[in-house]
């Protein structure tokens, strides 16, 4: 089966600028996931979808950050503006709910963002 | 906020060497998943321990699970170069630690 596919794969950007991540999970998916990645640390969640319903975006800065999943298939995450700490990696996961809270992430290789 | 914490931060062994990696975290859960990250990758799935069990391997891969310490161990053994790479616990609202950053010499 396909992977996670997420793009672009890097992305340059001066401060203020808006930038937008795109995820496309495996199809048949209904649960996805956002995480921001710093440098030397696990990822963070930003927000988690059940089809096209955000269920858990405690997370997820909202003053600057924003996400999408019209139609509950791909999804897009989207900052505007951009700050300097805003620097890191944006994963994508995506997993099968229908084996319940066992279902394993599958994760994209994730959008390397730099804020300059 | 992590949700889960792994030590040691980071780890160098020799090829053929066991590799032991622990997580700890705040709140029950129902089960606990183990993950690793090779640089520039997304994270991978290695395997899961359910509350109830104790201990399950996969391969070279041995997974224990103590609720009442609220801790979690993930030992690889006979370690090859291959191996190198960050491993994550994540709990079952997928939330995960800092991460176990492995270096296996050759």
């Known amino acids: 089966e396909a992977g996670v596919v997420q793009s672009p794969r890097y992305k340059i950007i001066e401060k203020k600028q808006p930038v937008a991540f795109w995820c496309n999970p495996i199809?048949?998916?209904?649960?996805l996931y956002w995480y921001l990645q710093n440098l030397g640390q696990g990822p963070e969640l930003l927000i988690r979808?059940?089809?096209?319903?955000?269920?858990?975006d405690s997370q997820l800065p909202k003053d600057r950050f924003s996400a999408e999943r019209l139609k509950g298939v791909d999804s897009t995450l989207k900052i505007q503006p951009a700050e300097l700490g805003d620097s890191a990696v944006y994963l994508c996961a995506s997993s099968d709910r229908a084996g319940g809270r066992e279902s394993p992430l599958h994760f994209g290789n994730g959008t390397r963002l730099t804020v300059t | 906020s992590q949700q889960g914490e792994e030590d040691p931060q980071a780890l160098s062994i020799q090829e053929g060497e066991n590799a032991t990696m622990n997580c700890s975290y705040k709140?029950?859960?129902?089960?606990l998943q183990w993950y690793r990250q090779n640089s520039g990758r997304g994270l991978v799935h290695l395997i899961l321990?359910?509350?109830?069990?104790r201990e399950k391997h996969s391969g070279r891969l041995r997974v224990t699970l103590d609720t009442s310490k609220k801790s979690s161990s993930l030992l690889i053994t006979a370690s090859r170069a291959a191996d190198t790479a960050s491993y994550f616990c994540g709990r079952d609202d997928m939330r995960f630690g800092a991460g176990t950053r492995l270096t296996v010499k050759p």
């Open positions: 709140t029950s859960i129902n089960n």
């Open positions: 321990i359910r509350s109830n069990e």
């Open positions: 979808y059940e089809n096209e319903e955000a269920v858990d």
């Open positions: 199809s048949g998916h209904n649960t």
